[in-house]
């Protein structure tokens, strides 16, 4: 089974403050690791995503994310957030040889001025 | 050209009516999906198919049926419409089964009075 833990349901955080948004995943096969941004009544665009290579992601809109797999966790990182990244953070997984995402329950980042 | 669609995008109708939502990609990908997002922003599986056929069936109440008629197509129809069906249903595609990262649409708010 694959699934995915956001400890976080909110984030609220100041303009051009840094944020890191948390995700663990648990996993006994290797994995494939995503980030996802949704704005309000929209649909789901990924941000960036970890399928090998360099632990280091880097993805749109200034965001990256590290894979580390002693701790299972793939947290979302941005240096200085703006207002227009007020939105809802989703962490994905899949396990080789698995077809779908599974989604954790979401992070609300809440950027005020 | 948008690359996931969904109709309609907004649907408003009384428990027990039977209705359809309807997604097409133009991607070129072989495997679709259909995820519902509940109230709490909570995404789940309901289906995914490749090139047509279906793989996964996610212990969803045979009220919903999908189908669909060619690899860029993917229906939804879900019968007798109950309240708890309130959710946003969003369609997905990838390249192939456990390919990649997902394509998603911009999602259907479907709303059962």
């Known amino acids: 089974a694959q699934s995915v833990t956001q400890l976080d349901s909110q984030v609220p955080v100041f303009e051009e403050a840094p944020v890191e948004l948390r995700c663990n995943y648990s996993s006994s096969v290797s994995v494939y690791l995503f980030w996802y941004v949704q704005y309000p009544n929209q649909g789901l665009q990924l941000l960036l995503k970890?399928?090998?290579?360099?632990?280091l992601v880097k993805g749109i809109n200034g965001f990256e994310a590290e894979f580390n797999k002693s701790q299972t966790s793939f947290h979302l990182r941005k240096p200085s957030v703006h207002i227009s990244d007020t939105a809802e953070y989703f962490c994905a997984v899949r396990n080789s040889g698995y077809s779908t995402l599974t989604f954790g329950k979401g992070t609300m980042l809440l950027v005020s001025p | 050209d948008t690359a996931v669609s969904q109709t309609p995008k907004y649907l408003v109708t009384q428990m027990g009516n039977d209705k359809s939502i309807k997604c097409e990609q133009n991607?070129?990908?072989?495997?679709m999906y259909w995820y519902k997002q509940d109230s709490k922003k909570f995404l789940k599986i309901m289906f995914s198919y490749n090139n047509k056929e279906l793989i996964i069936n996610e212990t969803v109440p045979n009220r919903f049926s999908p189908k669909s008629p060619d690899k860029a197509h993917l229906n939804l129809h879900i019968n007798s419409l109950e309240l708890g069906d309130s959710a946003v249903y969003f369609c997905?595609?990838?390249?192939?089964?456990?390919?990649?990262?997902?394509?998603f649409g911009e999602g259907s708010r479907l709303t059962v009075l």
């Open positions: 997905a595609s990838s390249p192939r089964q456990g390919i990649g990262e997902l394509f």
């Open positions: 970890y399928l090998s290579g360099s632990t």
């Open positions: 991607l070129g990908h072989d495997t």
